[in-house]
């Protein structure tokens, strides 16, 4: 069943959402806790904080479900900026609209769309940094948080001793596949940078061992999407054969390893347990890239050709960890289980930011002083054109200053020079004039309702 949902009372809800980003403006370590009848966890990131929250309104699921697209895509860079926006654009520009026609809101909305496209070619050729990869400079992409930002800089120093000349091109690779696991150990939290991919394996292994790399289950019934070879499925399909023709692939290729992304059978698990190792539940992007072209879906596709010789070396520093020497890891440990998440989710931030920064070879000063820049650009060549350009041009330019406003209220709570990347920058504030342009249009939802919830139609 389903019902027309009435989408009034927008200005609260927006007014939830800035209260919320301007409590954890500024300060990157500033936690939330939350306490449920399941778990108690501290949160850091304004997304997962709204999610948790669950806020009650028509449109919500609309605008969680543009915050997680943008969270996924840029690892949590500038999801504040994209909803303190949000909320500044709606503020400003509701009242606006309330009082012309859907063509004029229309036309506004391309001005500022057209602005802030003018504002990246501007930024571009004045106001971005190039890049020195310089303890001092990565500490103030990591917002001078400088356990992060040293074992970074480790990282980069470890590259550049393999190889003086490395290329842009190698570079990003190299951080686009930096491993960074989370654990608990430690009194005080830390990072530990190792030369190596570390892996979590329930008993010792050192030297080299034939491996295969499976993207995907090793399960009797599992058939990936888009799978269509039926035969093959159904050859295999029994459990006794197929747990005896999985035994047989093992034992003709003298495979002593596997490393799977996905679980891998209990039962061929207790059988092999002290002949082979095996390792699941790997992240797909660590699997790749020490699979690279030898990555398989199926264990019955295996070929002489997908077996790596892989060197297995203990960790040092953590005997339950196993290291691969092939590319690097960095390891964080945090006093509390409860820290886990969200201090993994305060390293990969920065680490995300590095890396966009990275590709760009630029950066804007951060700490609002880019916005300022801008703001006077712009105030300095305001339109007088039309009506639907003034007001696009007094928006733009109050809620940059609005948002200089608050950063500056704040001084107190952050270093004043640290780096913001280009890119989520400008998708925030394009993302944020977009949700708010679809939120202004809409005057009723329809809501699928279950059995329990008819009753309330």
Wanted: hydrophobic share 35%.
């Amino acid at each position: 069943m389903s019902r027309l949902v009435n989408c009034d009372h927008l200005l609260p809800y927006i007014c939830q959402l800035k209260s919320i980003v301007l409590s954890l403006l500024c300060d990157h370590t500033r936690m939330k806790c939350v306490d449920s009848s399941i778990a108690f966890q501290y949160i850091s990131c304004p997304v997962r904080f709204i999610e948790e929250l669950q806020l009650q309104h028509p449109c919500h699921s609309l605008v969680i479900q543009t915050l997680h697209t943008f969270h996924t895509k840029y690892d949590g860079c500038s999801c504040k900026t994209l909803l303190f926006f949000l909320t500044a654009f709606f503020n400003h520009l509701q009242p606006v609209f309330d009082g012309n026609n859907q063509l004029i809101s229309k036309r506004i909305f391309n001005h500022l769309d057209k602005l802030i496209s003018q504002s990246i070619s501007v930024a571009k050729t004045q106001f971005t940094e190039n890049l020195l990869l310089t303890p001092q400079i990565i500490s103030r992409i990591c917002r001078h948080q400088t356990i992060y930002s040293e074992s970074l800089y480790q990282a980069y120093v470890h590259l550049l001793s393999k190889n003086q000349s490395i290329s842009q091109t190698d570079l990003i690779t190299y951080f686009d596949n930096l491993h960074h696991l989370t654990r608990v150990k430690h009194i005080n939290e830390k990072c530990l940078f190792m030369p190596g991919t570390l892996l979590q394996i329930n008993k010792p292994i050192d030297g080299y061992r034939r491996t295969v790399c499976i993207d995907g289950h090793i399960l009797e019934d599992y058939a990936h999407l888009g799978y269509n070879n039926k035969l093959k499925l159904k050859q295999i399909s029994s459990t006794s054969s197929w747990l005896h023709l999985i035994l047989s692939i093992l034992k003709q290729y003298s495979i002593e390893s596997i490393i799977c992304s996905g679980t891998i059978d209990q039962k061929l698990k207790d059988i092999e347990s002290n002949d082979r190792i095996f390792i699941e539940n790997i992240p797909v992007k660590t699997l790749r890239f020490i699979g690279q072209n030898s990555l398989i879906s199926y264990l019955t596709d295996v070929d002489h050709e997908h077996i790596l010789s892989l060197n297995y070396m203990s960790c040092p520093d953590d005997a339950s960890l196993t290291m691969i020497d092939k590319g690097a890891t960095i390891v964080q440990y945090v006093p509390l289980d409860s820290l886990i998440d969200v201090k993994h989710e305060q390293f990969l931030h920065c680490l995300s930011r590095f890396r966009q920064i990275l590709r760009r070879s630029f950066y804007l000063n951060g700490s609002g002083q880019f916005e300022d820049q801008l703001c006077k650009y712009w105030y300095d060549r305001q339109e007088n054109s039309s009506q639907e350009n003034h007001l696009a041009h007094e928006c733009f330019l109050e809620c940059l200053q609005q948002y200089i406003k608050e950063i500056t209220n704040r001084r107190d709570c952050f270093q004043s020079d640290m780096i913001d990347d280009f890119d989520s920058k400008f998708d925030a504030w394009r993302t944020s004039l977009e949700l708010v342009n679809v939120l202004t249009q809409i005057d009723h939802v329809v809501e699928i309702v279950t059995d329990d919830q008819s009753s309330d139609i």
